[in-house]
């Protein structure tokens, strides 16, 4: 069996139960495995469980690092073993699996096995003493060595590869099946239901779920399903996921290459059916040394250049070299440059190599089964074969669009002194940003004086100035270095400010400001303009007014009512900043507010709230990226977290119970959220405030959203 990595945080469930799973052995590296537990099995189909790809555990068996003995979750009925006890799966857990990953890598694909212990083993038997009544196989060297044999303490067995084997008979269904739409459905002009034939070879629950949730019926049939003898009518093809090598799905390739000479019908297919789409066409597959697994793989569009984020299970792939003529690549993975995807010059043929329905995650590209569809609908409208049309436009439109930035030396202003409102993560981004320009063959100058930070370690920044961060000394060393370029969102509420204040000298100095635009800094910055932005969007935000003086602050307060929470413009760590629960509190909070900042914003207090914080990386090309999410005002109860006060930071995001609102608020609006941050990178710091009744129940109103 082979050793499958898997790097994802959550989806185990969803892992175990993928067909494309079928007889290897999975290993789960994140330390906090069964956390959640898992959700309640039921034995009919006719209702595809959310949390399940397919009926059954297909794994043979299960590796973990540590595993919780104590789950909690609302959806839980038991815990991870017990689901695998039901299953008859072994399951290991102490085992050091960042060791065994980097074996892997080492070493490429490995088939591996699980021992169980000789029955024979009584306790307090010396280990290493030979059974004599059970058979074992052929004896090997203790790995590592050891002064006794430790395998003769276990009944061995042969190894077994599963790409030797036609994995796709044993997971595809037996007979075909049907399933209705779950919305609105989609018309064939002569009135009927448009129909999908999907091919089966480890089709996933969410692949399903995806077409039917879009008003097609979808009729799912066996691997070797003769489907041009069909005598049902259907409109598109779809060959879905699966295990295995897939030469040995010779009878799905030679159907799908009589479709293709045919030319009646769309085609979309996903991993396995991507390779099978590209072998019916005339193209080759190889065995790849390591495969592609995990859920933050990059795959570029070759026809816009946007790049996207995607789950990935897969130790095969699509040559690119070996594509026939009007074929051409689709998809190409960002980290290996091996194909992820192609498509059909002449006819609506598509396929990719990665999980557009990705359960639990990413589902960035899930729009591919609606460009299917809406072919699919084209198609039959005009009676003729109509060419997929992808969305993001065209490469070279979008590079004109965006052009990159031409530099050959920045200026980064740092953060200084370490507090509230520019601490350590400042640091780290500042540091990260200098590795990244590095690589492009950048010259960096860092401006930070604070000689006790990473950023200004010797060998890192090209040059470094230890001097203050302030316009005048930032003017100073951009006259005398003279540099393309100056970063101003890696330095906290400082080097904000000083971007701000030389806002209108940058163009004189002959410098650009590269990442987040001056302007929408200010837009930020500026409480009364980040106000009318929100609800220029329409997005919902808690009821504040704006004030220059005292006098004004009181009589927003009056008209909002008390308690109101006090927040002052361009201010370091929130100096000013607070609760005021009566007048008097408010005029003591204005006095410390307009010492240093010419505005303050009276809001709506949210005392009792939750607040749950979500740190948002976005490009030049929209591309968003969710870092990782803040929990204030709880106790640090993550494994992977920073502590700061009594708030919890988890680093990648974590799951965390009211996530599942969370993620409503950000699918409804997601260009909203980030149309104020725009080329390269910026950062965008999401609060949600979560009342406590909220979270009670997943059909309650979504809650208020602040954006901060």
């Known amino acids: 069996m082979l050793l499958l990595i898997i790097a994802g945080m959550v989806g185990y469930t969803e892992s175990l139960t993928d067909p494309s799973y079928e007889g290897q052995i999975l290993v789960l590296t994140y330390p906090l495995v069964g956390n959640y537990g898992v959700p309640e099995r039921t034995s009919s189909l006719d ?10 555990i297909h794994v043979a068996a299960l590796i973990v690092g540590y595993y919780s003995q104590d789950y909690s979750h609302f959806l839980a009925k038991s815990s991870l073993s017990a689901w695998l006890k039901e299953n008859g799966i072994p399951a290991l857990y102490g085992i050091d699996t960042r060791a065994l990953t980097k074996r892997i890598r080492e070493k490429g694909s490995l088939l591996g096995k699980v021992l169980v212990r000789s029955g024979e083993l009584q306790v307090g038997k010396r280990r290493g ?32 590869d599963p790409n030797q084997k036609n994995l796709v008979a044993l997971v595809s269904i037996s007979a075909p ?23 089966d070879v480890g089709m996933k629950y969410n692949q399903i779920r995806c077409f039917i949730q879009r008003g097609v019926e ?36 030679q159907h799908l290459s009589k479709a293709m000479e045919l030319g009646e019908w769309p085609i979309f297919g996903i991993c396995l059916g991507h390779q099978l789409i590209a072998l019916a066409a005339g193209a080759k597959t190889s065995k790849m040394k390591y495969g592609n697994r995990g859920h933050n793989i990059p795959c570029t569009d070759a026809l816009s ?18 594509l026939p003529m009007r074929w051409k690549e689709l998809f190409k993975n960002a980290n290996d440059d091996s194909n992820e995807g192609i498509y059909c010059e002449d006819k609506p043929f598509f396929s990719v190599q990665f999980h557009p329905e990705s359960t639990p995650g990413p589902r960035d590209t899930e729009f591919l089964f609606e460009v299917f569809l809406q072919n699919v609908e084209d198609c039959v409208k005009t009676n003729s074969l109509v060419l997929i049309r992808m969305p993001g436009g065209k490469k070279e439109d979008n590079d004109r669009r965006v052009p990159c930035a031409k530099v050959s030396k920045v200026v980064i202003l740092g953060s200084g002194g370490l507090s509230i409102g520019q601490a350590g993560e400042f640091d780290y981004s500042g540091s990260q ?18 000689i006790a930070t990473i950023a200004t370690s010797k060998g890192l920044a090209d040059k470094v100035y230890f001097l203050p961060v302030t316009p005048e000394f930032v003017r100073k060393v951009i006259k005398y270095e003279k540099p393309d370029g100056i970063y101003v969102t890696f330095g906290g509420q400082t080097a904000l400010n000083v971007g701000v204040k030389l806002k209108d000298e940058f163009a004189e100095l002959g410098v650009q400001v590269l990442g987040t635009p001056i302007d929408t ?3 930020t910055e500026d409480r009364q303009l980040f106000a009318s932005a929100m609800e220029e969007i329409g997005e919902s935000c808690a009821q504040s007014s704006t004030a220059t003086n005292a006098e004004e602050a009181v009589g927003a307060a009056k008209a ?67 870092v990782c999410n803040m929990e204030v005002g709880s106790l640090p109860i993550s494994v992977c977290f920073l502590r700061f006060h009594v708030s919890r930071i988890s680093t990648p995001s974590e799951y965390i119970p009211v996530i599942p609102l969370l993620l409503h608020l950000l699918r409804r609006s997601p260009i909203p959220i980030t149309i104020c941050f725009a080329p390269l990178l910026s950062m965008l710091f999401v609060t949600w405030l979560l009342s406590v009744n909220a979270t009670s129940s997943m059909h309650s109103t979504p809650p208020l959203a602040s954006i901060v």
Request: proline share 9%; charged share 20%; glycine share 6%.
């Open 305 to 322: 250049g946007r790049c996207y984020i995607t789950s990935q299970n897969h130790g095969f792939q699509v040559d690119s070299a070996s």
């Open 47 to 56: 209702v595809l469980p959310a949390e399940f790809e397919s009926s059954r």
């Open 560 to 626: 909002i009512g008390f308690p109101v929470i006090v927040r002052a413009a361009y201010a370091l760590g929130g100096l000013g900043s607070g609760f005021a629960q009566d007048e008097a509190q408010l005029r003591a909070l204005c006095a410390k507010a307009f010492a240093t900042s010419p505005q303050v914003l009276v809001e709506k207090s949210m005392k009792g709230w939750k607040e749950i914080e979500y740190e948002v990386v976005r490009d030049c090309r929209d591309n968003c990226i969710t």
């Open 218 to 253: 979808l009729k799912v049939v066996p691997w070797n399903y003769d489907f041009l003898s069909d005598v049902e009518p259907y409109d598109g093809i779809f060959v879905s996921n699966g295990p295995g090598n897939p030469i040995f799905a010779t009878e799905t390739i």
């Open 521 to 523: 800094i200010i837009t």
């Open 129 to 160: 003493t030979p059974s004599t009544s059970i058979p074992h196989g052929p004896s090997y060297p203790s790995i590592p060595h050891s002064p006794y044999n430790w395998r003769e303490d276990y009944i061995d067995t042969p190894f077994s």
């Open 433 to 450: 940003a200098i590795k990244a320009l590095k690589e492009e063959g950048i010259y960096t100058i860092l401006i930070n004086p604070n």
């Open 177 to 199: 099946c049907l399933y209705k739409p779950t919305c609105k459905p989609r018309l064939h002009p002569s009135g009927r239901i448009l129909r999908i034939l999907a091919i």
